[in-house]
C-alpha cells in the first residue's frame, strides 16, 4: 500500500525557516515525480512545487519561488519541503503527494499524505 | 497559468438522486497525444484529498462506479450518478496540463 507521512509542521513567527518531510512508502519512490500542495485554512488548494525524479529538477509556484527549496533523499525515501522566509500568508496545512509517473508536465496527483499543518504568526 | 472555474460552489442532494459539477479551463487541456489533463479530487470532511478521476474519464482505483467524468477541450464535467451520504465534501478538478498546476475553487456537496 502507497503511503504518504508528512512531519514537521509547526507555529512559527513571521521571517523564520521549517523544513517539512515527506516519507514515503509502498512504491519505488526514485520513478516517481513529487509534489506539495498546500490548502489555507478553509480555503482551497494551491500548488507549491514538484521535484522530478531523477535529475534534480526543481518547480516552484511563484508565490514561494526563492524561498521554498523541494529536495529528495532516495535513500531515505523522503521529499522535503525548506521553508525559510515564511510569511502569514504561508500559513496551511501542507500535502505532499504522488505525481502519477516520472517527470512530466502532465501529471495528476495520487495518492496524498494526511497533511502537516504550517502556522506563521507572532 | 491556466485560471480552473468550477460551478455550482456548493450543490445539497438528495440520497439516491444524481448530482453534476462542472469545470472549465481558460485554456484547453487537450494535449497533442490525444489526451486531456483534467483529473477531479474529492476532500471529505477532515481528510486530505483523493483521486476520484484522471484524464477527464479515467476513474482511480477503488472508486465507485457511480462517480465518471466527462469533457473535452475546456469543458468538463463531473457525474455522480446516485449520491450516497459518503460522498459529502469538497469536489476539485485540476489542471495538469502545464506548470504551474492549478485547482477549480471547489464544490461542496452537501446531503439534503
Known amino acids: 500500500e502507497v503511503q504518504l507521512v508528512e512531519s514537521g509542521g509547526d507555529l512559527v513567527r513571521p521571517g523564520g525557516s521549517l523544513r517539512l518531510s515527506c516519507a514515503a512508502s509502498g512504491f519505488t519512490f526514485s520513478s516517481y515525480a513529487m509534489s506539495w500542495v498546500r490548502q489555507a485554512p478553509g480555503k482551497g488548494l494551491e500548488w507549491v512545487s514538484s521535484?522530478?525524479?531523477?535529475?534534480?529538477?526543481?518547480f516552484y509556484a511563484d508565490s514561494v519561488k526563492g524561498r521554498f527549496t523541494i529536495s529528495r533523499d532516495s535513500s531515505k525515501n523522503t521529499v522535503y519541503l525548506q521553508m525559510n522566509s515564511l510569511r502569514a500568508e504561508d500559513t496551511a496545512t501542507y500535502y505532499c503527494a504522488k505525481d502519477r509517473g516520472s517527470w512530466s508536465p502532465q501529471t495528476w496527483f495520487h495518492p496524498w499524505g494526511q497533511g502537516t499543518l504550517v502556522t506563521v504568526s507572532s | 497559468e491556466i485560471v480552473m472555474t468550477q460551478s455550482p460552489l456548493s450543490l445539497s442532494v438528495t440520497p439516491g438522486e444524481p448530482a453534476s459539477i462542472s469545470c472549465r479551463s481558460s485554456?484547453?487541456?487537450?494535449?497533442?497525444?490525444?489526451?486531456?489533463?483534467l483529473s477531479w479530487y474529492l476532500q471529505k470532511p477532515g481528510q486530505s484529498p483523493q483521486l476520484l478521476i484522471y484524464?477527464?474519464?479515467s476513474g482511480a482505483s477503488g472508486v465507485p462506479d457511480r462517480f465518471s467524468g466527462s469533457g473535452s477541450g475546456t469543458d468538463f464535467t463531473l457525474k455522480i450518478s446516485r449520491v450516497e451520504a459518503e460522498d459529502v465534501g469538497v469536489y476539485y478538478c485540476?489542471?495538469?496540463?502545464?506548470?504551474?498546476?492549478?485547482f477549480g475553487g471547489g464544490t461542496k456537496v452537501e446531503i439534503k
Open positions: 484524464l477527464a474519464s
Open positions: 485540476m489542471q495538469g496540463l502545464q506548470t504551474p498546476v492549478t
Open positions: 485554456q484547453s487541456l487537450l494535449h497533442r497525444n490525444g489526451y486531456n489533463y
Open positions: 521535484i522530478s525524479d531523477v535529475g534534480g529538477g526543481t
